[in-house]
């Protein structure tokens, strides 16, 4: 009921966006500029009521282009490998120097993968960069099985083994935990595609050390809780009618509504922007709420087990984890370098929910771990941003480069 609840409400908006979108264009770009205010007033409400609602379509990544020495090279994307859900994508640049490669691996969370668009443009700049591209849950028909943790791990594994042994790794937030498990058990197995390095930042790896308030979300109640009230049912309308999900509109709402004044203010801004003929500070909002307001799906078995088995349990922190019933051995990693970044204001992933992983991977040789802490940001500020470009990356490149 809560999926066809939100769909009802959204399809009967439709109208009002299309009547919205024929006056806008109706008045055309010249409202906008150089016409009397009034005018430009009623196209920004007419541009506001079109932007009344939420898309479940991947936003475009906008990499066009990175600067490599002197020269600005084109990057084209290309799909390497497309899975049920997630395809592994590659920022091709046009360019002949060989560079090391780079899996970005981007959380499965309420948002796409583009949420990571700085992340990657940054280390496009002197590396071959891939992402895994995770698909919206909701567009995944049922005939393609169930998606939990494990079946997370073996997509990885998959992707790393398409690249190759010489593939390092940049995990960002969530998929740290995932990102370990994967590199273990490739341990375990002895494999020859065994990573050369992994990056984790910001991620929950032990969430029992310096709990936050979306760690105390989490364990205030029991997983039951999460099943009852926070899945619902893709309507058969789509692709994946039937499949249980966890709706990127869930998650969504409970962002706003923890800062739903912020939010307002924002939308305020931007109408008077709009209506003020300051396109350029519009854009800005617009941009910003255009992937802010892009939603994805999760399959309810990847989202039940993530919060039960690593924010309620820590099951790796606690060496309790299991793969396809196997137990997950962190300390057999011992050709993977580790680099763990944290951000000293971090209100989701605290200071040593990450570097834990130092602990956990104690086969490691000491010149193989590195720990980094960047004073001064916070969550998105240890993956994007100045402070990221700036600080934070020569770290990363440098670990890439010593274990290539």
């Known amino acids: 009921m809560l999926y066809l609840a939100y769909q009802a409400q959204s399809d009967l908006l439709n109208p009002a966006r299309m009547l919205a979108q024929s006056a806008l264009a109706a008045i055309g770009a010249r409202a906008m500029s150089g016409q009397p205010v009034d005018w430009r007033a009623t196209a920004a409400a007419y541009e506001m009521v079109t932007r009344a609602g939420l898309t479940h379509e991947r936003p475009p990544y906008h990499i066009e282009s ?55 443009a940054t280390l496009l700049r002197d590396h071959d960069v891939y992402i895994t591209d995770w698909h919206n849950a909701r567009d995944v028909s049922l005939e393609a099985g169930p998606f939990g943790y494990d079946d997370y791990v073996d997509t990885l594994i998959r992707f790393v083994e398409t690249l190759g042994a010489d593939t390092h790794i940049v995990a960002v937030c969530q998929p740290c935990v995932q990102v370990l498990t994967a590199a273990a058990v490739m341990a375990q197995s002895g494999s020859p595609f065994q ?6 930042m910001a991620g929950p790896v032990d969430t ?13 109640k029991p997983i039951e809780w999460f099943r009852r009230n926070l899945i619902a049912t893709v309507p058969s309308r789509f692709p994946g009618g039937g499949r249980k999900v966890y709706p990127g509109f869930v998650q969504l709402g409970a962002f706003v509504a923890m800062n739903m004044q912020r939010h307002v203010n924002a939308h305020i801004d931007m109408f008077l922007h709009l209506a003020t003929g300051e396109t350029e500070e519009a854009q800005k909002i617009k941009s910003f709420y255009d992937e802010y307001f892009a939603v994805l799906d999760l399959p309810a078995e990847f989202y039940l087990e993530t919060v039960q088995w690593i924010f309620q349990e820590a099951r790796l922190a606690a060496r309790t984890l299991t793969y396809r019933g196997e137990p997950v051995d962190c ?66 490149r440098n670990m890439i480069l010593a274990n290539s």
């Open 66 to 120: 990175v600067r490599e020495g002197n020269r600005d090279v084109p990057v084209t994307e290309e799909v390497v490998l497309t899975l049920p859900f997630g395809s592994l994508l590659r920022f091709r640049k046009d360019s002949d120097v060989p560079q090391a490669k780079v899996l970005v691996v981007a959380p499965m969370s309420g948002h796409f993968a583009t949420l990571l668009r700085n992340t990657v």
């Open 195 to 200: 990573p050369r390095s992994m990056t984790l």
């Open 208 to 220: 029992r050390i310096n709990p936050t308030t979306v760690n105390k979300l989490a364990t205030d």
């Open 331 to 396: 300390r057999a990693i011992r050709r993977t370098a580790l680099l763990t970044v944290e951000g000293e204001r971090d209100d989701i992933c605290s200071l040593g929910q990450t570097s834990a992983a130092h602990d956990l991977c104690s086969g490691l040789k000491p010149f193989r771990k590195r720990h980094h802490m960047q004073a001064g940001v916070g969550h998105y500020g240890v993956f994007s941003g100045r402070k990221w470009e700036g600080q934070i990356y020569p770290i990363v």
